[in-house]
C-alpha cells in the first residue's frame, strides 16, 4: 500500500512559480529524498501533503486520507519538521512539547529518549534558544509520539555536524523499523545515506524519479586512456577496474548524488 500518493498536483502562483502535474507515491517503508533548488517547489509540495494549501487541481492523499479534506487527521498521524519553524516563544521547550502531545493525543512515549539523543535541555525558553537548539525541539516534537510517516523539510538546518549526523543515524533506523519518510534537504551526503528514492524537482515538474542506484547507471561516464604499450594498458586497466583494448584504456566514473543533480540543473544552481 502506498503511504502517500500525489496525482497530477498543481497550484499555479503565476511567473512560472508553484508546483505542476505533479504526480508520485511513496509505498509503506520507503524513504524518498526531495531535491532542488530554492524556489522549485518542494516546500509548496509539502505543505498541501500537510493540508495547509488546497490543491488547485490533482489529489494528494496520506494513509488513504485526502490531506485537505482531512487535514486534521492527517497532520496527528505525521510526524513534519517545518522548513521555517515557528514557535511560541514565551514557552519553554518542555511546554511546547506538552502542546504538541496535547493537541495530537497520543502520549509522547520517545520524548526522553530523543531529549537525550540530542542533548536537549527543555526547561529553557524558547526565545533564548539558538536556531540549533529550537531544531532539536523540532525534530524531539515530530518523532516523540512515533508515528509512522514522517514528512520532513529542511530537517537538519542549524544543526552543527555532530547533530546532523545523529540525526541520520535517526532516521536510518527508523526506516528499519518499517517507518515511510519523505525527506526535503540540500545535503546530498544527507538523502545518499538514508533515501531508496528520489525526486529532482526543477521549476514545478520533476525532472526525475528514481532510486539513486539506477540514477547513478544512468549517469556513468566513461574516458578513454591511451598508453605507451599495451604491458602499461593492461597494468592500468587492473588498476583502475578498466577494459583494455590494445593500447587504449576505457573507465566508468561513478556520480555522486550532488553530481547528478548538477548535471540536471545545469551546474548553475546555488546550493
Known amino acids: ?11 499555479d502562483f503565476g511567473q512560472n512559480r508553484g508546483i505542476f502535474d505533479l504526480t508520485f507515491s511513496i509505498p509503506e517503508g520507503e524513504a524518498f529524498g526531495l531535491l532542488g533548488p530554492n524556489g522549485a517547489g518542494k516546500t509548496t509540495l509539502i505543505r498541501h501533503l500537510m493540508g495547509f494549501l488546497r490543491p488547485k487541481s490533482g489529489s494528494c492523499h496520506i494513509a488513504g486520507k485526502d490531506c485537505w479534506a482531512h487535514s486534521d487527521l492527517v497532520q496527528k498521524q505525521v510526524g513534519y519538521i517545518p522548513g521555517e519553524i515557528a514557535f511560541f516563544e514565551d514557552l519553554s521547550g518542555i511546554e511546547f512539547l506538552r502542546f504538541i502531545e496535547n493537541y495530537r493525543g497520543v502520549f509522547a512515549v520517545r520524548q526522553k529518549e530523543l531529549l ?9 525558553k524558547l526565545k533564548r534558544m539558538s536556531k540549533g ?26 544543526l552543527d555536524p555532530l547533530m546532523q549526523n545523529r540525526f541520520v543515524e535517526l532516521i536510518r533506523e527508523e526506516k528499519e523499523r518499517g517507518k515511510t519518510i519523505l525527506l526535503s534537504s540540500h545535503l546530498f551526503e544527507e538523502v545518499e545515506r538514508t533515501c531508496d528514492r528520489v525526486g529532482m524537482i526543477r521549476a514545478g515538474s520533476f525532472a526525475a524519479v528514481d532510486t539513486i542506484e539506477t540514477l547513478r547507471q544512468r549517469h ?12 602499461k594498458a593492461q597494468a592500468f586497466a587492473r588498476d583502475f577496474s578498466g577494459i583494455c583494448n590494445g593500447t587504449c584504456v576505457t573507465i566508468s ?18 546550493q
Do not use: N, W
Request: hydrophobic share 40%; charged share 30%.
Open 116 to 124: 537525550e539523543r540530542f542533548e536537549l535541555d527543555p526547561k529553557v
Open 220 to 231: 556513468l561516464r566513461s574516458y578513454t586512456v591511451t598508453l605507451e604499450s599495451e604491458e
Open 1 to 11: 500500500m502506498d503511504a502517500v500518493c500525489v496525482e497530477h498536483l498543481s497550484r
Open 253 to 270: 566514473a561513478r556520480l555522486s548524488l550532488e553530481e547528478i543533480f548538477m548535471d540536471y540543473y545545469g551546474g548553475g544552481v546555488e
Open 133 to 158: 537548539t529550537k531544531q532539536k525541539v523540532a525534530i524531539v516534537a515530530a518523532l516523540m509520539q512515533d508515528p509512522q510517516i514522517l514528512i520532513l523539510d529542511e530537517p537538519t538546518s542549524g
